[in-house]
């Protein structure tokens, strides 16, 4: 049997199971979406919620904090991830006073490491899907690497090598699944069966870490479903 790490996110409870080898015992942990046990928060706090009909966590900035530059992340501290399928349903847009260039920028980060400081990362900007600037639209899906390979910096050394366009619809429900395998990964968005981005070479390298959510303090962003594999 290959390795699994299942976690998912169902009305009452988020579900961890982790079997590892042929015989080996299946651990199983719970965690009640009424609370946030489970959840290490930096730079957020969190809320259980209804979001369009899905029972989802919500990441709210902290006090003081709703229009600064900071990424508000919550590890799931039961994780321990190096390769495998992580697929997420993820909903975000700019909070309402938000800057102009807020895109409700929203994702997963994976291998993390030392509480958030060093982590891989995937995420969208909802508002650039279906912006009438093309060079907006490019712009949709990004990768990036903490701490050493923000995306201004991709940006800037490799245009173009690490976002991509994908078709998005601010605030709805949207589908994301990464696919990671050595010092590769791929996106994939809404069930395509094609990925969106692929990156062949992961900052970190060939490492393991846990599992994030991951949101801008300018977005309301909202997760539900979360299943690693």
Known sequence: MRNTLTLAFVPLFLLLVNAQGQQSKMAISLLRLDSTDGLELVNAKAELVTYRGQRAVRLVPL?????????????????????????????????????????????????????????????????????????????????????DFPWFRLRKESPGQYESYVDLDAGAWTKMKIVVSGHGARLYVNGADQPCLIVNDLKLGETRGQIALWAHVTTDGYFSNLTVK
């Open 63 to 147: 006090p003081g904090h709703e229009n600064g530059d900071d990424g508000m992340v919550a590890i799931l501290t039961g994780s321990d991830f190096k390769d495998g399928t992580i697929e997420v349903e993820v909903a975000g847009t700019p909070r309402p006073g938000a800057p102009s260039d807020a895109r409700g920028f929203i994702g997963v980060m994976f291998h993390v490491q030392e509480h958030g400081e060093r982590a891989e990362n995937f995420y969208l900007r909802p508002t650039n899907g279906r912006a009438d600037d093309q060079l907006r639209r490019n712009h949709s899906a990004q990768y990036e690497s903490a701490p």
